[in-house]
């Protein structure tokens, strides 16, 4: 097995002047993997995934492409990736074959097999047959989207990295971008970058949050669920007179859970049970609930989070880090003039 | 620069495809028309030193002036708008085959362009009736001397126009910058040399830069080395520093 990493960056900053984009980001992906790049906006996703394709230098820190620094040779490490920007640029007037063409042939592929080159792509990209003729400013964005995949596929890249590859397309074009993921796993390692949780969750081995410029999180959902939602939830919705019922039975029954009672509208409400061991069985509410015939229950559900959940609790936490900082740094200011005035 | 042939494809197929070249060609041929129509008128009415074509050729700095910003400023300006130099420098191409190829294609427009003019020539010789004054219509020497300061002067031109088209995402912008500069560079020189300089260096510099007597020289079958040099090396040093300006741009 290839011991050398797909991609390694280590500390890397990038400033805008006074503004740091990001901030001694580091991580490594191994060959092969898909990884999610997670983040609201201008948390650096597109900063770093710029410097990896060696459009932008970094203020400071390493990047390397398959065992290559992209900041010495540059030339080398993008003859291994394949980028496509942030709302995929294209120019208009172009036939879809004949961009892919010019593409291939600064891409360095080989004259001989340009032709079967594009035409590959192309049948991988759904985008053969009269499509193919059609001009660039023609297109639907989901064709666009393809378009701009297709090119990144033609030197056979050893690192596909795709800047929010799903952004504005419906729910359809968002399941064939998908499937063109899922066809590509295992062939090149894939990094892109999205605001659609569930399209990483169903794609990607490894997610990466990243927020206000550092990573704040990284790992497979699983580990990420675990490490940022350590706990078991329990849902069970009731009538909003039998609310205070269920949490005064539940929590003299069972008083290792947390209860949290959550009225929805004018009849009904739902009381959520949280507890931290992951085993915890389900039967325990039933049989706890069951001894009051007076309740109604209609509705007992356990709650599996989602990477939604990972990532707002992980962002919510740095930005909870971040404000704490500040607040901690103004106070300290205002104490130190205030002596200095004194 | 392997990469230079099929950039160079790309650029001249954008230029066919661009409303501007037309434009621009339609402009200047135009404008060059109405031109020539006077200046045969002129030679019609009273007997002249110069040729024709020499008299024509007077004129370049005219076209020159809008010509060069329309074929230019869509080149980087554009590219930069739209978003695809981003895509396109992420491919193993560098700045500098981009600018060349970017700087050729639109010189070869220009050339192309410039030479159809010749044509009008060809239509009043063959239109006109046979005389002394026809026969100098064709006047192969003044026309190729004239053609040659035309290229090497239009090298330094279209130089700076690429180099204005890398300066900022407006076509407009870049355009009306690069018509500053133009007249600067051409008319520009011609008024700095009204100021009494003296006799000392200044002045003899000033005298070997201006593109007008250049042109002179040339129609008239004089080939100093010293333009040769100075719009060669002014437009490879310009085309270097569009190149790193789009290195450091993107």
């Given at each position: 097995m290839n011991s050398v990493p797909a991609v390694k960056v280590d500390h890397l900053t990038k400033h805008y002047g006074a503004v740091a984009?990001?901030?001694?980001v580091s991580f490594t992906i191994q060959a092969g993997e898909v990884v999610g790049f997670l983040g609201p906006n201008g948390a650096g996703k597109s900063t770093t995934m710029r410097i990896l394709a060696g459009i932008m230098p970094a203020t400071s820190g390493r990047a390397f492409v398959c065992g290559t620094s992209v900041a010495r040779s540059p030339d080398v490490t993008k003859r291994y990736i394949g980028y496509m920007p942030e709302n995929n640029p294209l120019p208009d007037d172009m036939r879809i074959c004949e961009y892919l063409h010019f593409r291939a042939k600064i891409k360095e592929v080989p004259s001989k097999y340009i032709k079967t080159k594009v035409q590959e792509v192309m049948e991988l990209c759904d985008l053969?047959?009269?499509?193919?003729?059609?001009?660039?400013?023609?297109?639907?964005k989901g064709y666009r989207q393809r378009v701009g995949i297709a090119d990144t596929l033609l030197n056979d890249p050893k690192v596909v990295i795709m800047d929010e590859?799903?952004?504005?397309?419906?729910p359809h074009q968002v399941i064939a971008i998908r499937r063109l993921i899922n066809n590509l796993k295992g062939r090149t390692t894939i990094i892109f970058s999205s605001h659609i949780l569930p399209e990483v969750e169903a794609s990607c081995s490894q997610v990466i949050i990243i927020n206000q410029g550092r990573i704040v999180a990284q790992g497979s959902p699983q580990v990420l669920q675990e490490k940022f939602l350590p706990f078991t939830r329990f849902r069970v919705v009731t009538h909003l007179q039998d609310m205070e019922k269920v949490k005064d039975l539940l929590s003299k029954n069972i008083p290792e859970i947390q209860l949290c009672l959550n009225p929805q509208g004018e009849a009904w409400g739902e009381v959520i049970l949280e507890t931290e061991d992951k085993q915890f069985p389900a039967e325990r509410i039933f049989e706890v609930l069951r001894v009051d015939e007076s309740i109604k229950v209609l509705e007992i559900s356990k709650h599996i989070p989602t990477l939604e959940n990972v990532f707002l609790s992980a962002t919510k936490k740095s930005w909870k880090e971040k404000t704490d900082l500040f607040i901690r740094a103004n106070t300290l200011n205002l104490q130190r003039n205030t002596k200095k005035s004194t | 620069m392997k990469h230079f042939f099929p950039l160079l494809r790309n650029e001249l197929r954008l230029l066919v495809f661009s409303p501007s070249t037309y434009i621009a060609a339609v402009l200047f041929l135009g404008f060059m028309g109405f031109l020539y129509l006077f200046i045969l008128q002129q030679f019609a009415l009273e007997p002249r030193e110069s040729l024709p074509s020499i008299d024509f050729m007077r004129v370049f700095w005219l076209p020159v002036l809008f010509m060069v910003p329309l074929l230019?400023?869509?080149?980087f300006a554009e590219e930069k708008r739209v978003g695809t130099l981003e895509s396109l420098m992420t491919?193993?191409?560098?700045a500098l085959e981009l600018t060349f190829a970017k700087f050729f294609a639109s010189y070869v427009f220009y050339m192309v362009i410039w030479l159809s003019c010749f044509l009008l020539a060809v239509a009043a010789y063959i239109t006109l009736p046979s005389n002394s004054v026809n026969a100098k219509l064709l006047d192969f020497a003044s026309w190729i001397g004239g053609y040659s300061f035309v290229a090497l002067s239009g090298l330094l031109y279209i130089a700076i126009g690429i180099l204005t088209s890398s300066l900022s995402k407006s076509q407009l912008i870049s355009g009306m910058l690069c018509f500053c500069l133009l007249f600067t560079l051409i008319i520009g020189e011609r008024i700095i040399m009204?100021?009494?300089?003296?006799?000392?260096i200044i002045t003899s510099t000033l005298e070997k830069l201006q593109a007008f007597d250049q042109l002179e020289d040339f129609c008239h079958g004089i080939v100093d080395s010293r333009p040769l040099v100075l719009y060669a090396t002014s437009a490879l040093f310009t085309l270097g520093i569009t190149a790193s300006i789009v290195d450091s741009r993107i």
């Open positions: 984009a990001i901030d001694g053969h047959h009269r499509t193919q003729k059609r001009i660039i400013g023609t297109l639907s590859p799903t952004i504005g397309l419906d | 230019t400023m869509k080149s491919t193993p191409i560098n009204e100021i009494p300089w003296g006799d000392g």
